[in-house]
């Protein structure tokens, strides 16, 4: 096989796997009650970074987004949540 050919088989296999990671993927959005303060909504945003599996987390105002891994559980989101004080009262 030319080295031509195998990089272009390993390029296609390395591409293969990134769109795997991405379509394990999903999106969570909660609304979160209980948040006072303009230091609650970075308080939120860290203890649902800190949930195994999530990817990123984004708290704006009473809303936070959740880009996490198809293992996570919402329930891990909600606990998580509950954790650092605060309560989930939607979740879509
Ligand atoms: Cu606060």
Do not use: Y
């Amino acid at each position: 096989m030319q080295k031509q050919q195998l990089m272009a088989i390993v390029g296609a296999l390395a591409l293969a796997l990134s769109t795997t990671a991405w379509a394990g993927e999903r999106t969570v959005n909660l609304k979160v009650d209980g948040m006072s303060c303009a230091m609650c909504a970075p308080a939120a945003r860290k203890a649902l970074e800190k949930v195994s599996g999530v990817k990123s987390a984004k708290v704006e105002g009473d809303r936070a987004t959740v880009v996490a891994g198809e293992q996570v559980q919402n329930a891990d989101l909600v606990k998580a949540i509950a954790g650092a004080g605060f309560s989930v009262t939607g979740v879509n």
